[in-house]
C-alpha cells in the first residue's frame, strides 16, 4: 500500500526547493509541497469566498458546501499547476466558478453524496444577520439557473460579458439578456 | 419586519382592495403558467393551497372587517397577502388557494396554519406558532415553524425546521430535520441520505435503510430510537457519551473509548451496505425490531 | 409595437453601466424627468445595483468543511463505518506513481517523515481546530445576540417564551459539551455535538431575530 500521506507531485518545486514566486507565498509554497497545515491555513483564510461565491452561484446552501469541498480538493490535487501569474485568491476563485459552472449534474450529484456530517442547509441562519441582505440573498438564490449566475458574475463579482459568455458557453448577448432577466426578476422579488 | 415587508409589497402589486366592511369573502382568478412563482403572506389566519391540473391561481377566502386583499401577477410571479387594518389584530383571515401543481409556492404567516396538498413544484412555508401540514409531496420543501407542530410529506430533497414543534415527516430521499425541543418521527424506507438532529427533543426513525443509505440521527439530549426490520442490513456505529444503549440487533457491549472520549458501538448488522450513525451526548439510543414490544 | 417606456426600459441596463453614447444617454434622462413610472424603475435598479455590490464577499460556511475535505485530500479511509473515500483513491494511487518518479530523494524523506493523518480521529492537530471553529460560532452568536436584543420588545410575549426557552435548553447542552470537551480534550463526535447545538442557536437567533 503507498503512503497515504503523498501528495500530488509539487510541480513548482520538482527537485530542490525553488525559489518561490513572488506572488506564491509561503503558505501557498508549503501547501503546494504537501502540506496539509499549511492548506488547512488556505482553507480557513479563504473558505468565507469561496463558500459565498458557490452558494451564491448554485443558490442553494447544501450544493455550496458540496462546491466549497470540491473547490478545495481540486486547490490541492492542482496546487502544483498554480505558478503565482495571479494571486492565489484570484487563482481559486477562478477555479470556484470552474468547479460550480462546470458541473451540470448538481441534482444526480446531491444523491450521490456519501460526505459525514451534513448539516440541514444553516446557511441561511448566517445569511440571517443582516435581514436586508437575507431578502436580496433569497432573491437572487431564487433566479433561474443562467440569470443567476450572470448577476453573479456580472453584478456582484464584476466579471464583464465577453469572459462570462466564455465561461457558460453562450454568446454575449445572451449573457446580456440574462443579466437583463435577473435585474428584473430580482426587483420584481424585492418590491 | 413582516408587516414592513407587507406593506411594501402591498404598493405595488397589481390588485383590487376592498372596502373594510365586516367579514368578507373574497375571489380572485389569475392566468399563470404551470411553474408560476406564487408567494402568500396570511399572518393571523389559515392558508389552504391545494395543486390543480390548470394554469391559473384561484384565491377564495374570507378576510375580517377593515382587512385588505393584495392579489396580482401573472405568469412571471404571483404575490397576494392580507394586509390587516390594525397590525395588533388578530382576527385570522383565511385564504385558499388553487395553484397549478407545479408551482413554486412560498407561504409565511406568524399564528396561522398553513396546509397544502399536490404541489408538486416546490414548497417554502414559514410560520411562527402555526401549524403546519403538507401532502403530496412537493420535489423540494422547506417548512419552518417556531412552536407549531410541522407534518409533512417529503418529495426529492426535504428541509424541516422547528424550535420546539413537534416534527413528523415521511418519505423523501435527501431529508434533513432539526429542532431543539420538538420531538421528531421520520418514517421512510426508500431516502438516500437523511439527517434528523435535535437538542433535547426526542428522535424517532421508523423504516427501512435501503442500501447505500445514510441515515444520521444526533440528538445532545433527547432519546433516539430507531425502529427497523430484523432483515436490517447495515453498518451500525452509534456514540453517546452519558446516554445508554439498547441494542435489538446483536450482543455487542457498549465498549469505553479512550480519553474519556465516551462510548461506542459499531458493527454490522445483516450484509451492511447502509449506514445508520447515532450520536448523543446523554440521550438513551434504542435500536428496535420492528414489530417487538419495546420494553420501556 | 414599444412604446416610449418599454424601449427606454430596456436600455436601463446599458445607462446605468455608463455604456450608452452621449445622444442616447441624453434620451433617456429626458424621457426620466418626464416619466415617473420610469424614473422609479430607474431608481430601483440602481439601488439593486449598489445592493448587490454591497454584499459581503465572504460568508462563513455554516459548518465546518475541512474535516470533509481533509478526507478527501488522498488519505487512506480510517476504519469508520459511514465514511467512504471512494472518489480520491484511484488518483491517490495515481498521484503516488508520480511522486515516487518525480520527487527528490530529499523530498520524499521529508514526506515520508510527516506522521499520517486520521481525519475523524483525535489528534494534536484537532486542538486548534476545535478553537478556531468555537471561537468562531461564538462570535457569530454574539453578533446575532446582539441584534436579537433589539428585536425581542418586538415579539408576542408567548414567542418571547418560545424562543427564550429553547435558547436556555441550547445554552445547557453547549456548556455541557463544552465542559466534557475541556475534561476530555480533543473528541470529533463530541465536537460535533457541539457544532450541532452550536447551529441551533445561530438558527434559532436568526429566525427570532427576522420574526
Redesign the interface.
Given at each position: 500500500m503507498s503512503n497515504p500521506a503523498l501528495p500530488f507531485p509539487p510541480r513548482a518545486f520538482s527537485g530542490r526547493r525553488a525559489v518561490p514566486a513572488p506572488r506564491v507565498t509561503d503558505t501557498v509554497a508549503r501547501a503546494a509541497a504537501g502540506d496539509r497545515a499549511a492548506f488547512e491555513t488556505l482553507y480557513r483564510e479563504h473558505a468565507g469566498r469561496v463558500y459565498a461565491l458557490c452558494l451564491r452561484l448554485a443558490g442553494d446552501a447544501a450544493r455550496a458546501e458540496d462546491y466549497t469541498q470540491d473547490v478545495f480538493v481540486r486547490a490541492w490535487e492542482r496546487l502544483g499547476s498554480f505558478r503565482g501569474e495571479a494571486a492565489f485568491s484570484s487563482w481559486l476563485h477562478r477555479l470556484a466558478v470552474n468547479v460550480v459552472l462546470q458541473d451540470r449534474r448538481a441534482e444526480r450529484r446531491r444523491l450521490r453524496r456519501v460526505e459525514p456530517t451534513d448539516d440541514l442547509g444553516a446557511a441561511p441562519a448566517r445569511r440571517d444577520r443582516i435581514a436586508a441582505r437575507l431578502d436580496l440573498e433569497t432573491a437572487i438564490a431564487a433566479l433561474p439557473d443562467a440569470a443567476r449566475q450572470v448577476f453573479v458574475l456580472y453584478d456582484i463579482e464584476g466579471y464583464g460579458h465577453a469572459e462570462i459568455g466564455g465561461l457558460l458557453g453562450i454568446a454575449e448577448g445572451t449573457s446580456k439578456a440574462h443579466l437583463h432577466r435577473a435585474r428584473r426578476l430580482l426587483r420584481e422579488a424585492l418590491e | 419586519m413582516l408587516r414592513i415587508a407587507l406593506i411594501t409589497v402591498s404598493c405595488l402589486l397589481v390588485g383590487h382592495a376592498l372596502p373594510a366592511a365586516g367579514q368578507q369573502r373574497v375571489e380572485r382568478r389569475l392566468a399563470v403558467g404551470e411553474r408560476t412563482p406564487i408567494r402568500v403572506h396570511n399572518l393571523t389566519g389559515s392558508t389552504t393551497v391545494r395543486g390543480w391540473a390548470h394554469d391559473s391561481v384561484v384565491l377564495t377566502g374570507a378576510l375580517p372587517a377593515g382587512a385588505t386583499l393584495y392579489f396580482g401577477g401573472g405568469a412571471a410571479g404571483v404575490k397576494g397577502g392580507v394586509e390587516l387594518a390594525d397590525p395588533a389584530d388578530t382576527v385570522p383571515a383565511h385564504l385558499e388557494l388553487r395553484v397549478p401543481r407545479g408551482a413554486r409556492v412560498w407561504i409565511k404567516s406568524a399564528s396561522g396554519d398553513i396546509t397544502v396538498e399536490g404541489v408538486a413544484g416546490g414548497l417554502d412555508v414559514y410560520t411562527v406558532s402555526g401549524r403546519v401540514s403538507v401532502r403530496g409531496a412537493a420535489a423540494e420543501l422547506t417548512a419552518e415553524s417556531m412552536d407549531g407542530a410541522v407534518t409533512v410529506e417529503a418529495g426529492r430533497w426535504a428541509r424541516v425546521k422547528t424550535a420546539s414543534g413537534a416534527i413528523a415527516v415521511t418519505g423523501g430521499e435527501d431529508v434533513g430535520v432539526a429542532t431543539v425541543t420538538g420531538t421528531v418521527t421520520y418514517a421512510a424506507d426508500a431516502f438516500r441520505r437523511a439527517r434528523v438532529e435535535s437538542v433535547s427533543g426526542d428522535l424517532t426513525f421508523r423504516g427501512a435503510l435501503p442500501r447505500g443509505s445514510r441515515l444520521e440521527l444526533e440528538s445532545h439530549g433527547g432519546q433516539v430510537t430507531v425502529e427497523v426490520p430484523a432483515a436490517l442490513s447495515a453498518e451500525v456505529a452509534i456514540t453517546t457519551f452519558q446516554g445508554e444503549v439498547r441494542n435489538a440487533f446483536g450482543s455487542q457491549a457498549l465498549r469505553s473509548l479512550p480519553d474519556q472520549r465516551g462510548r461506542a458501538l459499531e458493527f454490522t448488522a445483516g450484509a451492511g451496505g447502509a449506514d445508520l450513525i447515532v450520536r448523543t451526548f446523554k440521550g438513551d439510543v434504542r435500536i428496535l425490531r420492528a414489530g417487538a414490544k419495546a420494553s420501556r | 409595437m414599444m412604446n416610449d417606456c418599454e424601449r427606454i426600459g430596456?436600455r436601463l441596463?446599458d445607462y446605468l453601466g455608463g455604456m450608452l453614447s452621449a445622444g442616447a444617454r441624453a434620451e433617456v434622462e429626458r424621457h426620466l424627468e418626464t416619466c415617473s413610472a420610469c424614473a422609479r424603475?430607474a431608481e430601483?435598479?440602481r439601488r439593486?445595483?449598489a445592493?448587490?455590490?454591497a454584499?459581503?464577499?465572504?460568508?462563513?460556511?455554516?459548518?465546518d468543511?475541512?474535516?470533509?475535505?481533509?478526507?478527501?485530500?488522498?488519505?487512506?479511509a480510517p476504519a469508520?463505518?459511514?465514511?467512504?473515500f471512494?472518489r480520491?483513491r484511484p488518483?491517490?494511487?495515481a498521484?503516488?506513481?508520480?511522486?515516487l518518479v518525480?520527487?527528490?530523494a530529499?523530498?520524499t524523506m521529508q514526506?515520508?517523515r510527516?506522521?499520517?493523518?486520521a481525519p475523524?480521529a483525535?489528534g494534536p492537530?484537532a486542538a486548534p481546530?476545535y478553537a478556531?471553529v468555537a471561537a468562531d460560532y461564538a462570535a457569530?452568536v454574539r453578533?446575532?445576540e446582539a441584534?436579537f436584543v433589539h428585536s425581542y420588545d418586538r415579539l408576542p410575549p408567548?414567542?418571547r417564551a418560545?424562543?427564550s426557552?429553547?435558547l436556555a435548553?441550547?445554552d445547557t447542552?453547549i456548556a455541557?459539551?463544552r465542559a466534557?470537551l475541556a475534561?476530555?480534550?480533543p473528541?470529533p463526535?463530541?465536537e460535533?455535538?457541539l457544532w450541532?447545538?452550536y447551529?441551533?442557536k445561530?438558527?434559532?437567533?436568526?429566525?427570532?431575530?427576522?420574526?
Open positions: - | - | 430596456l441596463d424603475d430601483t435598479l439593486l445595483l445592493d448587490a455590490r454584499l459581503p464577499r465572504s460568508i462563513a460556511p455554516p459548518r468543511l475541512w474535516y470533509a475535505i481533509d478526507a478527501r485530500l488522498g488519505e487512506q469508520r463505518p459511514g465514511v467512504r471512494i480520491v488518483r491517490l494511487l498521484a503516488a506513481a508520480v511522486v518525480a520527487v527528490t530529499a523530498l514526506l515520508a510527516r506522521p499520517i493523518q475523524l483525535a492537530a481546530r478556531a457569530a453578533e446575532l441584534r408567548e414567542t418560545v424562543v426557552r429553547n435548553v441550547i447542552a455541557e459539551a466534557a475534561a476530555a480534550g473528541n463526535d463530541l460535533t455535538l450541532t447545538s447551529r441551533a445561530l438558527d434559532l437567533l436568526g429566525r427570532a431575530t427576522k420574526l
